[in-house]
């Protein structure tokens, strides 16, 4: 029963529990390359913190993650982050005093650069800093923040604020990102934006696991939905067939708001 070689994360069996109450409930779940994948459930079905457990900013009581053939699941979070896979959060982190641009510059890349051409090729090092300033402004302008570019994070409205943290993300270039209700706030330009930019992802090959509460934005982008209640994957399937499921609409729409 080889699995097929696509899948770029893999959770089984993943349990977490707080203070002996079990949270996350063995869950399993797949996310295949160049995909994206929906966490769907009503506030407090543990979406969150089945983010935590796969990403590594808690570890699993129970059960296995493994992003590219290699366990992950008792890693610490920069060595996952590290290996490819960034989060964001539902509610953004990012330096309030510094401007939205300056606050995508403090993500850079990763490349590595010798001291040797530190030292005598200082060009190549603003070549490098050109390339990260001009990958920050065009990732500004196509998520519709490069109006407000050069405004502090702290000036800006909560929707904004997500997509900056977004767009902060996409300036490592990783491979497997983790989106932690990224619509939530967002006004409805600023939606078709980012569904415009996770398309585009997808596009070029990188793999995604959105939790968004955004029914509409979830069935427009993604691949796979998986439905979470009370810390258990409760159906799981296509868009398509997520929306007709009748289990769905009662579990999903009955607590959600
Ligand atoms: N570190 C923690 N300690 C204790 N309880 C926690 C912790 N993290 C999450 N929980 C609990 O897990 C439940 C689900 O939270 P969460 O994962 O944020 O749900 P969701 O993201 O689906 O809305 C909440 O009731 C919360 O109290
Ligand atoms: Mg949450």
């Given amino acids: ?39 769907i459930g009503p506030n407090g079905a543990d979406k969150t913190s089945l983010f935590n457990v ?36 539902q509610t953004p982190v990012g330096f309030p005093l510094l401007s939205v641009w300056e606050n995508l510059m403090t993500a850079g ?9 530190a030292v005598f090729r200082r060009s190549r090092w603003t070549r490098q800093e050109r390339e990260l300033a001009s990958r920050a402004d ?15 994070l702290e000036d800006l409205t909560a929707g904004q604020t997500k997509l900056v943290d977004f767009a902060r993300l996409m300036m490592v270039q ?7 209700e990224p ?11 980012l ?10 090959g990188i793999t995604l696991l959105i939790i968004d509460h955004n029914i509409q934005f979830v069935f427009a982008v993604s691949d796979y939905v998986y439905v979470m209640a009370e810390g258990r994957v409760v159906v799981s399937g ?10 769905v609409a009662e579990i999903y729409l009955g607590s959600a708001t």
């Fill in 174 to 180: 990783p491979q497997m990102v983790l989106l932690d």
């Fill in 138 to 152: 065009r990732l500004l302008d196509e998520i519709g923040l490069g109006a407000v570019k050069d405004q502090r």
């Fill in 54 to 89: 796969l990403t590594g900013f808690d570890q699993p009581d129970t059960g296995e993650v493994v992003l590219y053939g290699r366990r992950i699941d008792r890693e610490p979070a920069w060595k996952i982050a590290r290996r490819g896979m960034v989060r964001s959060f």
């Fill in 238 to 247: 296509t868009p398509g067939e997520i929306a007709e499921h009748p289990t």
């Fill in 183 to 193: 619509a939530a706030g967002v006004a409805p330009s600023g939606i078709g934006k």
């Fill in 195 to 204: 569904s415009e930019q996770v398309s585009d992802m997808r596009a070029r």
């Fill in 1 to 39: 029963m080889a699995e097929s070689d696509d899948v770029v994360l893999r959770a089984d069996n993943v349990t977490k529990s707080f203070g002996g109450v079990t949270a996350v409930d063995g869950v399993a779940l797949r996310a295949r390359k160049g995909t994206i994948t929906a966490v």
């Fill in 109 to 117: 890349a990763d490349q590595s650069e010798s001291l040797w051409s």
